[in-house]
């Protein structure tokens, strides 16, 4: 699990999301984003990159971890992948950053795992300012089901 925070409201959700990976009883990394090497991607048998939204896209420090993934271009292919984002504003391009991110995760050839959950991000947890405890629930479960999945997928 790689996230980006500037304010530490993606921090928090990115905890959230690695207490329903391992309430999956699966193993949990969580790196911010600067700390994470290529290495650790390639290990991981599913990614959930979460950033905070900077004018409707990633964080420049995620930005600069996918631009570095091209070096491992075709080594993360079948891993499982889903994404979350936090912003200051309702309308501060949470999708677009959703996409921006779910699409490294295909370009990679990766398996990615929207949010049909309820608070509506629908590519990804979406929380505005602070995570709320509906927002963090959502986390959890996002973390849960990418974990579940990621074991099946592991254990084959």
Known sequence: MVYDSKTG????????????????????EVKKASDTSLEDLEKAD?????SPTHFGTM??????LISES???????EGKVGAAFTS???ISGGNETTLISLLQAMLIH????????????????????EKPDKEALEACRALGSRVGRLAAKIAAR
């Open 70 to 76: 091209v070096g491992i271009r075709g080594r993360l």
């Open 9 to 28: 409201n993606t921090e928090e959700m990115a905890k959230a999301v690695g207490e329903g990976i391992r309430e999956a009883e699966t193993e949990a």
């Open 87 to 89: 912003s200051g504003a």
């Open 109 to 128: 050839g990766m398996m990615v795992m929207g949010d049909p959950i309820k608070v509506g991000g629908h590519y990804g947890v979406v929380a505005i």
């Open 46 to 50: 599913g990614i959930i990159l979460g």
């Open 59 to 64: 964080s420049e420090n995620m930005k600069k």
